[in-house]
Structure formats: C-alpha cells, structure tokens
C-alpha cells in the first residue's frame, strides 16, 4: 500500500520524538559497562616513606593485591630518602591536587606531615595512616604495628640473652617519626625495670645501610663492654648486622633486630643474630587499602586496625606461619 506524501510527512515529523526515548535507552546502558561514567573505580594514591627495600615491596605486593580484589586505580609514590619528610609534604600537596577519592600516607615525620594531612578534609579527601602515624585528627584510621609493643617484645629478648646487669646499644632509624620513636620507647621503657641495665647510646641512621655500618663501628669502639644491641629497622638492621660480623663481635654482642631482610636470615642462621622482630608488611598493605575504599564510601572505621608482629629465632623460623612472613616472594 502506497502512503500519501501527507501522511509520510507527518511520520517523518514523528520520527524524532519516537527515537528519543531509544537514544536515552542506548545511553543508559552504555554508562552501565563503562566505569569512568559510573565512578566503579576509585582512585586511592599511596605514599610511603621509601622507594626501595623488601619491607615497601612487600607492603606494595600487599596493596595491589587489594587493589585488584576491590576495582582500585592505585597510584604508589614514595621520595628516595626516608629522611626528607619535605618531598612527602610535596607528593601530598601533589595528590590533594589531583583530588584522589582517598590517600594512604606512611608519613616519615609525625609533626612535619599533619598540617598537609588537614589539609586534605577541606577537600573531602579521607586518609588513612599506615605504618607510622601522623599528627592530625583527620585522620579515619592507623593501619600497622603496635610499634610500642614491638620495642618491648625485642627488648624482653634481649634481656632474657644478656641478663640483668649489661650494657646496650640502640640504632634507630629516623627521629621524628612515630614508629621509630614508639619503638624506641617501647624498648626503653621495658629495660627500665631492671636498674642493673644500662643503655650506652642510641644512634640515628636516617634508614641509610652504611650510614648504621659507620654508627654501629663507633659504637662498639667506644663502648667495648657492649652486651647486647637492637636495630629497629630493617635498613639499621642490615648496617649494624654487618658492623658487628666484620668487626668479630657476632655472637658475643647478642642482636635483635627488625624485619627480615636476606642478610639478615643469613646472620641468624650463623648465630650472629639471636632474633628478629618481624612485622607484617603485606597485610599492613592490603589492609590498608581495603580502609581507603570504606573511608572513601563513607563506612565507619575502627580508630586502629593493628597488624600483629613475631619474634622470629632459629627455633621457630621453620614453622609454616613464619615462613610466610619471613619469604613474603615464594608462593
């Protein structure tokens, strides 16, 4: 049947108006597979303290990891020396900028990085603490090691190896930032009880491996009688480890140390090293950003979500649990 040109001309007017409602349709379901429309993905910057060691690697792996599990565009940014706390203040000024949906900040100087943390809430932009805490009450929640109890674990060890009446060196890492100075704190405050023990010197390496090697040598030199020593981190760990094995004193001067980097498996296993606090880095990663995509929904958090440590020795480093955390690589 054949139309009059009339009434072809009254459907061709009708014809925009009858393909509104499908262009709309077609719209709604592109928006539905394409996230950047629909905000699926959110972006969380990640700054840490350093941009090198097994400690951040494994902190990094853990992240990512979470980062796949909940649809996270994850930016990890870190300055290449813990001690600069200015490049940290930078990339935080830097990722406010960029208005991600959170921030995770391992801030390298308690004081130094809470006036830039504020700054974040005036652009709605939750933080989330981890590894080492910051000055601001900001702040959603510290994911990472009871540090204070760390120090304490290492030094009831040290106490039960050297007894009560010694002499002890500490070589901290970077004053001023909190987890380095609850450690330190933790550890002073347990060797207090026995008047018998005396803390000779404590030493800042700033996280430099030879910058703990020179410390450590001055150490020993001018305190001889020297009996036990405790490194609290892994960088001061592996500096003082290889002072104390270069200069002869490997198991005479009894060591705790932090963390688990190779060397210093390698001393525990020769004695030279008695025992090793050795946080959880992965979890403290992937919990971490599992906080940032609550805080960035706007769930509550717990104020902390701690991540537990282990005192590692010969005696128990075979167990499964400790191998897991000691070789964080094999899978």
């Not at 004053?175 to 060797?191: C, H, I, M, P, T």
């Not at 990663?285 to 440590?309: N, S």
């Amino acid at each position: 049947m054949l139309l009059k040109w009339s009434e072809c001309l009254r459907i061709s007017r009708l014809l925009p108006l009858l393909l509104i409602p499908v262009v709309i349709l077609l719209a709604s379901c592109t928006s539905a597979v394409n996230p950047q429309h629909e905000r699926n993905v959110l972006v969380v910057d990640m700054i840490v303290k350093l941009d090198r060691g097994d400690y951040w690697r494994t902190i990094r792996m853990g992240a990512e990891v979470a980062a796949k599990e909940y649809n996270v565009q994850l930016n990890y940014m870190a300055p290449s020396n813990e001690n600069d706390f200015r490049d940290q203040i930078m990339l935080m000024e830097e990722a406010i900028a960029r208005r991600p949906d959170a921030i995770i900040l391992s801030a390298s100087d308690y004081e130094a990085l809470g006036q830039v943390t504020d700054r974040s809430s005036y652009y709605d932009i939750p933080v989330v603490s981890m590894d080492s805490e910051v000055a601001s009450t900001k702040v959603k929640t510290y994911v990472g090691t009871n540090n204070y109890e760390a120090g304490q674990k290492a030094a009831e060890r040290l106490v039960q190896l050297i007894g009560e009446n010694s002499q002890v060196g500490i070589v901290n890492f970077v004053k001023g930032a909190k987890n380095a100075d609850q450690r330190e704190e933790g550890f002073l405050d347990y060797v207090a009880r026995f008047p018998g023990i005396e803390v000779v010197d404590i030493q800042y390496c700033g996280s430099d491996e030879e910058l703990a090697y020179r410390l450590t040598k001055e150490m020993l030199a001018n305190y001889p009688g020297i009996d036990g020593l405790v490194s609290l981190s892994a960088e001061s760990s592996i500096g003082a480890g290889r002072a104390v094995s270069d200069l002869g004193y490997g198991g005479i001067v009894k060591m705790i140390t932090f963390d688990n980097p190779p060397e210093m498996l390698e001393l525990m296993q020769e004695d030279k090293v008695q025992a090793m606090v050795v946080q959880n880095p992965f979890n403290n990663g992937y919990l971490a950003v599992v906080a940032a995509v609550q805080a960035a929904r706007g769930e509550k958090l717990e104020d902390r979500i701690p991540t537990d440590t282990k005192l590692i020795d010969l005696d128990n480093m075979l167990w499964p649990e400790h191998q897991k955390l000691l070789f964080p690589f094999v899978q």
